[in-house]
């Protein structure tokens, strides 16, 4: 649906009245805020009796998750003052979530970083933005390939394509990773695996249609709500959907679902092998889906990669057999007619089965196997390729999808799916970026749990990193065993720390260098959410004091290495590698933030890019139809001349690169010969298990109010005062044992660090005897010095779901 | 001895006991959940254990609810305060009194049944305790149960006034994950924390929507997304500022219109007019 967008101006002259009306309201306000202190939760309200009229209205995706809401932004006199669902985006047709509609309110914490900030010893300097950019270039071109750039699924498309560029065509250097490592490197690799190219066949237009939907340890109903009251909301209007949940605790999702499967950590692997086991003995799989669309495969111990090996379909059978479900039953602890019962479900091929998962089945030491199994039992069952039946993972972060997988942000990638470690791919970079020949290296850089570990370590130990710059992410808080990867940097002079944020953070706490970002709507971007759906804003507020963007910020760098002669910022030309020239063909000086925004640099990098997404069928449609819509799910391709998103992928009619007259096609398949590969891993216990001295196996993970590290969320006071603290959710038999009652002050303590929180029991959510959970938001309460960060072995994606620990009263 | 003499004693006692019980039945019901007194009630609970996360949530305007171990306190001071309490309060939570027979006294209440603009902004600055900026969905003031959203369904899907008690009824069609969108305070059992400072400034709630002229009816200044049922905000249990002044008529888009801009409907962009009428000047 292409819609056309209002004017993005907001020009605008008040009359003096109005102006005074404003300025003496938004006074009023901050007095009234000061006076009230802590027990003032609501937020000041414009005075007077002006309506909507003078209210600019425009469309942005949401700046929390992966769901991809679009919101309407509300601007006055400069603003942001209200927020709406969009009515007319498919992915949230008019609905937020808490989080979306306070979004505007994370623009305005008090404490906003306006300007550049250098660390005296303890204390900061504010400098200029020219001295911040000399100090990080100097830095680079004294030791290039000691630099590292460490990202976010919450850059823009843009942005990460740009700091990309920076990295691998402009320093030669792959060190280059973004904290989507941590959240859904393992979906990438099942989806490589399985299909032979990455992300989801299937969208969101299958909760609508699906019969069942089970949620793999995944918690929608909190932390993508917009997605489950899609499914929920069905029932009030008379359509059955069966829901259930496969979790380690009691949430709010399992209230809503018909069945509730509570399993033990790793349960996951043995349920779904318990399925397949049940699929052929009963033989209720697809034998035709199987027969005409699937090989076999099994991991290859000599050689551990994500081709593994062939097996035959006898072979897949035999490694399965011990699966019944009694020994699921005892592996999982999930009870065997509930195994059967799954099995029945994925055996009736009358039912549309959709499958959810995020977190539970990527934070996860075997989260490469666990992700390849699920879509593996969607395979074997042939619950594959119809709308409504299909494996789709989501993803926490707003463009983890665009930025991370797509732009290839990571430090064994190039942009369009191509790899570092492929001559043929680096040399199509190279042509694309017009680069010279070897420009780029071949060596895949540090994976983000080695590049902190290197940032950490001592150069004379062999630490070999000794700058990192962060984007738009908080590792400080947010990476695991943080005493190890973080918290070590502490007083290391030789190390220095570079961080682009727009508020303190537990990371700027270690910083030498902190530059103020603008954020959301206060710049130009682009995303990617989950169901591969590419989605465009413009810039609607100036950002606070020196704010600046987070792109300006890493072209501004390329360009002062570029005047100091540094080869690599220079094309095979000689020209600059980000060099944008206006309609007259003379440069735009986009370097100087004065004319950043005399163009579109968004439209200029995305267009760059975009030739990329050609390369592997994920054809992205220019900017400007982007413009227009409120995002569209590529490949997007023309069909009588207009650009048409695709919904389903692989299956014929739906997905305009399978061939005429077949069902289904797995065109990118790893095999090369149209089939997707089913998976057999064996059941693997966790890295970490509780034993004597550390009893309690514990969760960590998100809650509805608050959005990943807390840093923008925090700062709204509606949520804040939902949501104030974290706190450890116990059994209550637990807590009883222990002596431990609700409010009590404990101690929880891994192998790794310790730290002190309040019991919650009987909560927000109700963990089985055992375990425990804590949120992460809480950047007073640091779970991830607890945290193991034991790494799946394809993936390097750490387990934040299963560290053993032990709790006494304080 | 007259063996009917006790129990005219055990029914006197008796007839006491019941009459006691249906006044503290009724007094109790008034008590204590009204968020605007809350001076008398707050400084007769503070010793008690707990009452101090109450005391913030109510300065929040939230309204606590009483436990068992806090409940005969609580009676106790709002009988002191609560007559009190409605006397001094110069805005009434009650409604519209008049009520036309005719036609023709229906046109003219519906323009005299004038809401006084004190009463109005009272009842904005209500609504502004729990919003973030006009249109927000509320921030729910009172504890919840963290899992289940029958419990909201229990007294929101109708709604209902009680002397000092509100209950706004839902405006929209029933949606089963309530928290998605309405957060509540706190749980009593989590510990206060504080608030960092915040400059947002939220879209202030319109005193009233544009009319073409001065006794035309007024435009709809919000959107109604969300907000389908008209009386769950301007019906009689809402705040007397922000009832209809002719709350006999059953069908209010019949004269109040709504803004396609707000509406977010595409019509607005895709309005065209034909091309003017090409006429040759002689």
Redo the contacts between chains.
């Keep these: 649906m292409a ?2 967008q209002p004017a993005q101006s907001q020009e605008k002259s008040l009359s003096n009245a109005e102006r005074r009306n404003f300025l003496k ?2 006074a009023m ?2 007095a009234t ?2 006076a009230a202190g ?16 003078d ?1 600019k ?1 425009n469309k942005a995706p949401c700046r929390f998750c992966g769901t991809g809401c679009h919101v ?1 932004v ?1 601007v ?1 006199d400069g ?10 985006a498919e992915v949230n047709k ?5 989080k979306g ?2 979004v ?2 994370a ?5 906003r970083l306006k300007t550049p900030l250098l660390r005296h010893g303890d204390k900061y300097v504010a400098i200029t933005w020219d001295e911040a950019i000399g100090i990080i270039a100097d830095r680079i071109a004294a030791a290039p390939n000691q630099f590292a750039f460490y990202g976010s699924g919450q850059w823009t498309i843009p942005e990460g394509y740009a700091a990309l560029k920076f990295m691998k065509g402009g320093l030669g250097n792959n060190h280059i990773d973004p904290n989507a490592r941590l959240c859904m490197a393992s979906a990438v690799t099942g989806f490589l695996a399985t299909y032979g190219v990455d992300e989801p066949a299937g969208c969101y237009d299958d909760l609508d249609k699906c019969d069942v939907l089970i949620m793999w340890g995944n918690n929608p ?1 909190e932390m993508h ?2 997605l ?2 899609r499914v ?2 069905r ?2 209007r008379g359509e059955k959907v069966l829901l259930i949940d496969i979790g380690t605790r ?3 999702t ?3 679902c018909n069945h509730y499967l509570e399993m033990k950590g790793h349960g996951d692997l043995a349920i779904a092998n318990g399925i397949a086991h049940l699929l052929l003995a009963k033989k209720t799989y697809s034998h035709e889906f199987v027969s005409s669309f699937c090989n076999f495969k099994a991991p290859d111990d000599a050689n551990p990669n994500l081709h593994g090996k062939s097996i035959s379909f006898d072979e897949y059978a035999e490694q399965l057999k011990p699966y019944t479900p009694e020994y699921v039953e005892e592996l999982s602890g999930v009870p065997a007619d509930q195994i059967r019962l799954l099995a029945d479900l994925f055996g009736n091929p009358e039912l549309k089965i959709t499958s959810l998962w995020c977190m539970g089945m990527n934070q996860h030491t075997r989260g490469t196997a666990i992700n390849s199994l699920v879509h593996g039992i969607h395979l074997l069952s042939g619950h594959f390729g119809r709308p409504g039946d299909a494996p789709t993972s989501l993803t926490g972060q707003p463009s983890a999808c665009g930025t991370v997988r797509e732009v290839g942000t990571l430090s064994h990638t190039l942009p369009g799916g191509r790899l570092v470690a492929t001559p043929e791919h680096r040399q199509q970079t190279e042509d694309i970026w017009k680069l010279p020949a070897g420009r780029i290296n071949p060596v895949p850089g540090f994976h983000t749990v080695q590049m902190w570990e290197s940032f950490c370590t001592p150069k004379a130990e062999g630490g070999v990193i000794d700058t990192i710059w962060v984007q738009v992410t908080n590792p400080g808080q947010t990476l695991p065993n943080l005493n190890k990867l973080f918290n070590k940097k502490e007083g290391m002079k030789e190390k220095f720390l570079i961080v682009s944020d727009v508020y303190p953070t537990a990371t700027t706490r270690l910083a030498d260098l902190i530059l103020p970002s603008a954020m959301w709507v206060e710049k130009n971007g682009m995303f990617g959410n989950s169901e591969r759906r590419t989605q465009q804003w413009f810039k609607m507020v100036e950002p606070p004091g020196e704010a600046r963007d987070d792109c300006w910020q890493t072209i501004a760098v390329a360009h002062r290495l570029f005047e100091k002669g540094f080869e690599g910022m220079k094309d095979r030309d000689g020209r600059f590698l980000f060099e944008v020239l206006d309609q007259e063909g003379k440069p735009v000086p986009i370097w100087n933030w004065k004319n950043y925004y005399d163009t579109n640099v968004d439209q200029h990098l995305f267009e760059e890019y975009r030739l990329f997404s050609r390369l592997k069928h994920k054809d992205l449609a220019p900017y400007t139809e982007y413009v227009k819509a409120r995002g569209l799910r590529w490949p997007v391709v023309q069909v009588n001349g207009q650009w048409t998103e695709t919904r389903h992928r692989f299956a014929g009619g739906l997905d305009p690169y399978v061939s005429n007259g077949k069902r289904i096609q797995f065109y990118h398949s790893s095999t090369k010969d149209d089939r997707a590969q089913i998976w057999f891993h064996p059941w693997i216990p966790p890295a970490e298990v509780p034993d004597a001295d550390y009893p309690f196996m514990l969760c960590t993970g998100r809650v ?2 608050h959005w990943h590290s807390g840093s923008m969320t ?12 974290a ?1 450890v959710e116990m059994n209550a038999a637990d807590a009883a044992d222990a002596g431990i009652r ?2 009590n002050q404990v101690i929880v303590e891994s192998r790794r660090g310790s730290m002190e929180i ?1 019991a ?2 009987e ?2 959510g109700k963990p089985p005897k055992g375990t425990v959970f804590i949120p992460f938001f809480d950047e007073t309460k640091m779970v991830n010095n607890l945290t193991l960060d034991a790494v799946d072995p394809f993936s390097k994606q750490p387990d934040y779901k299963k560290s053993a620990v032990r709790i006494r009263k304080v | 001895m007259q063996p009917n003499q006790p129990s005219r004693i055990v029914l006197l006692v008796g007839a006491l006991i019941t009459f006691v019980a249906i006044v503290g039945y009724f007094v109790g019901l008034q008590s204590p959940m009204n968020p605007f007194e809350k001076t008398a009630r707050v400084q007769g609970l503070s010793r008690v254990v707990g009452a101090t996360r109450s005391l ?1 949530a109510m ?3 939230s309204i606590p609810a009483t436990d068992y171990s806090q409940m005969r306190m609580a009676v106790r001071a709002t009988l002191a305060s609560s007559k009190l309490a409605q006397n001094d309060s110069p805005f009434s939570t009650a409604s519209i009194p008049v009520y036309p027979t005719t036609e023709q006294a229906a046109l003219e209440l519906a323009v005299d049944n004038k809401i006084p603009l004190a009463e109005k902004r009272f009842a904005l600055a209500m609504r ?10 509320p ?1 729910v003031p009172h504890p919840i149960a ?4 029958e419990s909201c369904v229990a007294c929101h899907s109708q709604g209902m006034q009680t002397a000092t008690l509100r209950i706004p009824k839902m405006s929209h ?5 309530c ?9 009593p ?22 009319r073409a002229f001065a006794s035309a009816p007024p435009q709809i ?3 109604t ?2 907000r389908v049922d008209c009386l769950s905000c301007h019906g009689q249990a809402s705040y007397r500022g922000l009832q209809t002044t002719h709350p006999w008529r059953q069908n209010c888009q019949q004269c109040h219109t709504a ?1 396609s ?6 019509l607005e ?1 895709n309005a065209k007019f034909m091309d003017p009428m090409q006429v040759d000047s002689l």
Aim: net charge negative; with cysteine; charged share 15%.
């Design positions: 819609l056309p309201s938004s306000a901050a805020a000061v802590t027990s003032n939760w609501s937020l000041p309200v414009i005075q007077g009796s002006e309506i909507a009229d209210v209205w309407q509300g006055q603003k942001v003052v209200a927020v709406a669902g969009d009515r007319n008019g609905l937020l979530c808490v509609y306070h505007g309110s623009l305005y914490g008090e404490d109903a709500p917009v489950f009251s929920v909301d029932r009030s009691r949430t709010r399992t209230t809503h509805l109010e925090r700062r709204i006071p509606e949520l804040s005062r939902a949501m104030p603290t706190y609700n409010g309040q919650w029991i909560g927000r | 913030e300065e929040a305007g502004e305790k729990n919003r973030a900026f006009n249109g927000a969905p921030t963290e899992t289940s959203a069609a029933y949606l089963s994950n928290t998605q969108c309405h957060v509540g305070t706190a749980s059992d989590m510990q206060n924390a504080m608030v960092r400072a915040n400059s947002f400034v939220g879209l202030a709630a319109p005193e009233g929507g544009p200044p919000h959107s997304w969300m803004s801009t707000l509406e977010q409907t595409v962009s």
